[in-house]
């Protein structure tokens, strides 16, 4: 009997496999997902005829595929480029972030039999799922076995053979049975007594909740209070998510008395998403689906915004827009770049290139038609107009210091070279910038904080942090920003845009953050639960939070 190699070697398939085979793929993953409402495949997926599927829910990013005899049951969400090779078993609730490698034979077992009562026999007695989940860029080999309840950071190996019953630090090689620390892939932070321990009794030692062992206390009340957030805010989402449903016309509002519109129910999908792994509550996928792509075009939504917001919602809901955003050509693009208020409102101007680069990124995803030389246009025009001195765009005022440009940066990098992959021209300039505007105590000092001035400043230090570049200080930082940020959680209502509960000003002269509601609403939660994640990743501790942004604020690139 021949089989198609394809099936246990799919990496690949999408450059090899002949048309009528990629046709075949496609139809059978569309009869899967028609079969499956809650299942999401990206694109360049690969799912085998030979492979076992039987998940409640499934997500696959792009380029993710499950090769012959691999058995996925439960609730699994696997980033972009994970393989899952042949005879692989993947069980129970499980999260694995992108490009994660996974090996022939290998057990990942999100979840275990209870044995409480000794007279009952196992077969009879409940299942338990505390979950497992793996970060990015791991290297799992062959016959490996990873238990529940166990996380293992970023960067990790988990040598052949092993059986990890413990966490894995970021970074961490472990081998045997049960697995402890061979090496270090990627050094930790900072050595000390808990470093020792991982070599002397297993990774679980010292390691708090799978993230880079630090050496000093406050790192540890730190990790705890990641933790004690996150909990909070899934214990609550439903709670959030109830208080802005406006039960009489069946919609979202960002907060009580607010008007229905659509940010509001794009923050409720994204909030929902992160923190409960499902469509909110109150309305079907298929209705918020709906409802979202089909809004009025004419309800005074900024069509920036419905590009962004309802582009990312449709994408968590495993949908797309019906009529995708048109896109210039490529000189008709440079015409409106060039005629963007770059020096006096470069945050409105980023605003833009923002929304110009996430439609060319919902087309491109969509395999729809893109006029030629837009992208190498868009992404030529925004190199060469950096400013070298302060690897922006625009210039500051004695008004408002550097809170437009920096947010404008923010808003056009994130929409082209963070969607894409891109470096950023001159990445050591824009820290220096963004580390001197955020010692500007308008915007930052506690009580002056804001969703969006703090994002704004998180994302590209973000962004920028493999350079290298004043690491201390952006770490440091990113500390007290966090530390600011951890306190800011409303039991039961969420988080608020600006500092106080009254939205708060983003500029002195107005600007970005107006319409923000007063007091905790959907807007600040979702804005500030991504916050949270860049900052805690900055200071290397983002394992500790269980979650990891998925839609507009994702940090993984789309291509």
């Not at 696997?78 to 490698?101: C, F, H, K, M, Q």
């Amino acid at each position: 009997m021949t089989v198609d190699p394809f099936q246990h070697s799919p990496w690949s398939f999408w450059d090899e496999a002949d048309p009528a085979a990629q046709r075949a793929q496609l139809a059978a993953q569309a009869s899967l997902l028609d079969a499956h409402p809650a299942w999401r495949f990206g694109a360049r997926c690969f799912v085998s005829d030979l492979a076992s599927v039987d998940a409640e829910e499934l997500t696959l990013g792009d380029g993710t595929y499950l090769a012959a005899g691999s058995y996925v049951t439960g609730t699994v969400r696997l980033g972009r480029d994970v393989s899952v090779n042949p005879y692989t078993v993947v069980r129970g609730d499980v999260e694995i972030g992108d490009a994660t490698r996974i090996g022939a034979h290998t057990s990942i077992l999100g979840f275990n039999h209870t044995m409480d009562d000794p007279d009952v026999e196992i077969r009879l007695q409940p299942l338990a799922s505390r979950g497992i989940r793996i970060g990015d860029d791991v290297w799992i080999g062959s016959h490996v076995v990873v238990l529940d309840g166990v996380t293992v950071g970023s960067r990790a190996v988990l040598a052949a053979g092993a059986v990890v019953t413990k966490d894995v630090p970021a970074g961490a090689v472990v081998g045997g049975n049960p697995a402890r620390l061979l090496k270090w892939r990627v050094e930790p932070v900072a050595a000390g007594a808990g470093v020792e321990a991982l070599a002397g009794e297993g990774v679980a030692a010292g390691a708090g909740a799978g993230v880079e062992p630090l050496a000093d206390a406050a790192a540890d009340s730190l990790v705890a209070r990641l933790g004690a957030f996150a909990d909070a805010a899934r214990a609550d989402a439903a709670d959030v998510l109830a208080r802005s449903w406006d039960e009489a016309s069946r919609a979202f509002v960002d907060g009580p008395g607010e008007p229905i519109s659509l940010r509001a129910h794009c923050d409720a999908v994204e909030i929902s998403d992160l923190l409960l792994g499902t469509v909110p509550p109150q309305l079907s996928r298929e209705r918020v689906r709906d409802r979202i792509d089909g809004w009025p075009l004419d309800d005074g939504t900024d069509p920036a915004y419905r590009v962004l917001c309802a582009g990312y919602a449709l994408d968590l809901l495993g949908s797309r827009f019906t009529a995708l955003p048109e896109l210039d050509s490529a000189a008709a693009l440079v015409a409106r770049l060039d005629a963007l208020p770059w020096q006096s409102d470069p945050w409105h101007a980023g605003h833009w290139v923002d929304s110009f680069g996430t439609a060319l990124r919902w087309r491109r995803g969509a395999g729809a038609a893109v006029p030629a030389g837009y992208a190498e246009a868009l992404f030529g025009w925004l190199v060469t107009h950096a400013d070298p001195e302060t690897g922006v765009w625009g210039r500051g005022s004695q008004r408002d210091g550097m809170l437009l440009p920096v947010n404008g940066f923010y808003r056009a990098s994130r929409g082209t070279f963070a969607q894409f992959g891109v470096p950023v021209p001159f990445p050591e300039r824009v820290i220096d910038t963004v580390l001197a505007h955020a010692r500007d105590e308008r915007y930052f000092a506690r009580e002056r904080q804001n969703a969006c001035n703090v994002l704004d400043v998180a994302h590209p230090l973000w962004l920028t942090r493999g350079s290298g570049h004043r690491t201390d200080e952006v770490t440091a930082l990113a500390r007290r920003l966090l530390e600011d940020a951890l306190g800011r959680w409303h039991p039961g209502a969420g988080m608020s845009f600006g500092p106080s509960g009254d939205g708060g000003a983003l500029s002195l002269s107005g600007g970005p953050g107006l319409g923000a509601g007063p007091g905790p609403g959907l807007q600040g939660t979702e804005m500030w639960l991504a916050i949270v994640w860049y900052l805690a990743d900055l200071v290397g501790l983002s394992d500790a939070l269980g979650y990891r942004p998925r839609g507009v604020h994702r940090p993984e690139a789309a291509f």
